[in-house]
C-alpha cells in the first residue's frame, strides 16, 4: 500500500510540474516581443532610406543648377570674347 501511495504521490507531483510549465508561453511572448522589435528596425530603416533618397533629389537638383549657371557663364564669356564685326564698306565698280 506504501508503494501505491508513494507511486501516486510521484504521479501526481510529476504531472503538476508538467502543468506549471510555463515556456510555451514564455516563447510566444518572447516571439511577439522580437517580431515588434523586428518591425521597429524596419521602419527605422525605411525611415533612413526616404531621408537618403530625398537628399538625393536635392543633390540632383544641385547638381543640375550649378550646370546651368556654369554654362550661362560659359555663354557670357564666349560673348565678350567674340570678335566685333566691323562693315565691308562698299565699292564702287
Known amino acids: 500500500m506504501r508503494k501505491s501511495l508513494a507511486l501516486t504521490l510521484m504521479l501526481t507531483a ?5 502543468a506549471c510549465d510555463k515556456k510555451s ?8 516581443q522580437h517580431a515588434e522589435q523586428a518591425q521597429e528596425k524596419m521602419d527605422q ?10 537628399e538625393n533629389a536635392e543633390a540632383a537638383k544641385d547638381s543640375n ?3 546651368q549657371e556654369a554654362a550661362k557663364e560659359q555663354n557670357g564669356a564666349m560673348m565678350q570674347k567674340a570678335p566685333e564685326t566691323q562693315p565691308v564698306p562698299a565699292t564702287k565698280p
Request: no cysteine; glycine share 4%.
Open 45 to 54: 530603416a525605411q525611415s533612413k532610406m526616404n531621408d537618403a533618397a530625398k
Open 14 to 18: 510529476a504531472l503538476g510540474l508538467a
Open 65 to 67: 543648377q550649378s550646370a
Open 25 to 32: 508561453e514564455d516563447k510566444a511572448q518572447d516571439a511577439q
